[in-house]
C-alpha cells in the first residue's frame, strides 16, 4: 500500500513576456484518468524544448493532481477529490490535504482545463458550466467566453446541467431523510465549480476511455487549442468545431439497494425511447425512461445511496 506521507503536489508555470490569460490544465485528478497526464508532459517537452512559444499570460501545469490515487493506479485515494472541493482547516482525509494545495492554485488563474477519461467506451465530450444566471446555486456571467473555449478544443458533444441536476438529487435525498455527504449540495462542486465561484471558466473533457489509445491525443490537442484561442501561444486560433451536439442533464437515480439492477448494459449516451426500461429495483419495480433522451454516466457497482445514473436531453445551447 502506498503511504500518502511520501508523495508531493507538483505544478510547473511558464509565463511570457506579454500579459494574458492565466490558464491551468490539470491530469490525473481521478488516478486511473492518465490521458491528461500523458499529454501534458508532452506538451511541457515541447515548451522547455522550444518547439512550443509561451508569448503571453500564463499557464500551469498539474500532472498529476491526485498523487495518491494516482500512485494506486485507482481513481480516488480516501474519497473522490471532484466532490466537495474546498479548502479546510482541519484535513482529514488525504483529499482534503489536496484541497488546501490546490484551490489556491486554481484561484490564481482565470481559466481552468481540467482533462479526463471515463468508464465504457464512447465518444469525448466537454462539459459545460451553466448558461449565464443569476440564481443562488452557481451564478456565473462568463458563459460566451467558456463555451467559445470548449468549442475550439476539438470536441463536438458537448453537456451541461451538473450542478442544477446534482443540486435536485441532493434535494430528493434530503426529502428522503438521507444524512450522508451526499445530501449536501457543496458535495457537487468539483474543480469546475470552484473555479467559477472564484470567477474563472473551466471545463472539464473527457477524452475518451480510459486505455483509448486515442485519449491522449485528444488531450494533447486540446492544450494546444486552449494555449491557441487564449492567445497564449502564438500558433493559428483554432476554428471552433461545427457538427455539435449539445445535451442538457435534467434528473439523477440513485442506486437504492444493493439488489437494484440494470436492465442491460448501459454505456454513457445510449439511447433512450420514453417508457424503455432502465433497470429494475431489487422489489422488482421498473425504472423507465420518462422521455426520450439518453442516460449519462450508468454505474452499475454505485454504492446504495450514491448516483447510479443521470438522464439527458437534447439542448440547443451549442
Ligand atoms: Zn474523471
Given at each position: 500500500m ?10 510547473l ?17 481521478h488516478g486511473?484518468e ?47 477529490l ?15 490535504r ?65 450542478l ?5 438529487g441532493?434535494?430528493r ?15 457537487g462542486?468539483?474543480?469546475?465549480e470552484?473555479?467559477?465561484?472564484q ?11 480510459h ?5 491522449p ?24 468545431v ?21 436492465f442491460?448494459d ?19 419495480v ?33
Open positions: 502506498i503511504e500518502s506521507g511520501s508523495l508531493h503536489f507538483e505544478s508555470s511558464f509565463t511570457g513576456l506579454a500579459p494574458g490569460a492565466r490558464l491551468v490544465v490539470l491530469g490525473a485528478v486511473n492518465t490521458c491528461g497526464t500523458q499529454a501534458i508532459r508532452r506538451v511541457i517537452g515541447e515548451i522547455e524544448s522550444a518547439r512550443l512559444g509561451i508569448d503571453a499570460g500564463t499557464v500551469t501545469f498539474v500532472p498529476v493532481t491526485n498523487p495518491l490515487a494516482y500512485a494506486r493506479h485507482q481513481r480516488m485515494g480516501d474519497r473522490n471532484n466532490r466537495n472541493l474546498m479548502p479546510t482547516r482541519t484535513p482529514v482525509e488525504f483529499e482534503d489536496i484541497a488546501n494545495w490546490l484551490c489556491p492554485l486554481l484561484a490564481q488563474h482565470d481559466a481552468l482545463l481540467d482533462l479526463h477519461s471515463f468508464h465504457t467506451a464512447g465518444a469525448p465530450f466537454v462539459m459545460l458550466g451553466p448558461e449565464n444566471n443569476g440564481g443562488t446555486l452557481e451564478p456565473f456571467a462568463r458563459a460566451t467566453e467558456e463555451t467559445a473555449l470548449a468549442q475550439c478544443l476539438g470536441v463536438h458533444r458537448f453537456v451541461d446541467g451538473w442544477d441536476t446534482y443540486a435536485a441532493v434535494a435525498r434530503l426529502a428522503a431523510g438521507v444524512s450522508a455527504r451526499e445530501a449536501d449540495v457543496h458535495y462542486v468539483g474543480t469546475t470552484f473555479m467559477r465561484a470567477g474563472g471558466i473551466a471545463l472539464t473533457l473527457e477524452c475518451g476511455q486505455d483509448d489509445p486515442a485519449a491525443d485528444v488531450a494533447y490537442r486540446a492544450i494546444h487549442n486552449a494555449l491557441a484561442h487564449l492567445r497564449l501561444s502564438s500558433a493559428p486560433v483554432p476554428a471552433a461545427s457538427d455539435t451536439e449539445a445535451l442538457r442533464l435534467y434528473q439523477v437515480t440513485d442506486r437504492d439497494h444493493a439488489g437494484d439492477r440494470f442491460r448501459w454505456a454513457s449516451f445510449d439511447r433512450l425511447r420514453a417508457g424503455e426500461v432502465i433497470g429494475v429495483r431489487h422489489d422488482g421498473p425504472v423507465l425512461a420518462d422521455r426520450d433522451g439518453y442516460i449519462v454516466f450508468p454505474n452499475p457497482n454505485a454504492l446504495p445511496g450514491q448516483e447510479w445514473f443521470y438522464l439527458a436531453r437534447r439542448s440547443a445551447r451549442v
